[in-house]
């Protein structure tokens, strides 16, 4: 066993432990996400108890992330400048 089939194995195992830690953060933002709009929604039914809505929908818009999957499965991101990366995207291993 070479020194480069240790470290594609490694490589491998690292990407699945990445992959299933990102999984959880992703769970735990939408939980968080979850509670967030209930309890904004508690809060909105205590400030305004009797329903006097005129428009429930038309008043807030939906709320948004701040960060979009798009196609091919990377996060959009909003920069807040001209911000240059550095160095080569690697390519993840399958």
């Given at each position: 066993?070479?020194?480069?089939?240790?470290?594609?194995?490694?490589?491998?195992?690292?990407?699945?432990?990445?992959?299933?830690?990102?999984?959880?953060?992703?769970?735990?933002?939408?939980k968080?996400?979850?509670?967030?709009?209930?309890?904004?929604?508690?809060?909105?039914?205590?400030?305004?108890?009797h329903?006097?809505?005129?428009?429930?929908?038309?008043?807030?818009?939906?709320?948004?992330?701040?960060?979009?999957?798009?196609?091919?499965?990377?996060?959009?991101?909003?920069?807040?400048?001209?911000?240059?990366?550095?160095?080569?995207?690697?390519?993840?291993?399958?």
């Amino acid at each position: 066993m070479t020194f480069g089939d240790l470290f594609f194995r490694w490589q491998t195992v690292r990407y699945k432990d990445v992959c299933k830690e990102k999984e959880k953060k992703e769970e735990a933002l939408l939980k968080l996400t979850t509670r967030e709009r209930e309890i904004r929604k508690r809060i909105e039914d205590i400030s305004d108890p009797h329903g006097n809505r005129s428009n429930e929908n038309s008043s807030q818009p939906p709320l948004k992330t701040t960060n979009a999957k798009v196609p091919n499965g990377h996060v959009k991101t909003k920069s807040t400048g001209d911000i240059s990366k550095k160095g080569k995207k690697r390519k993840a291993p399958t």
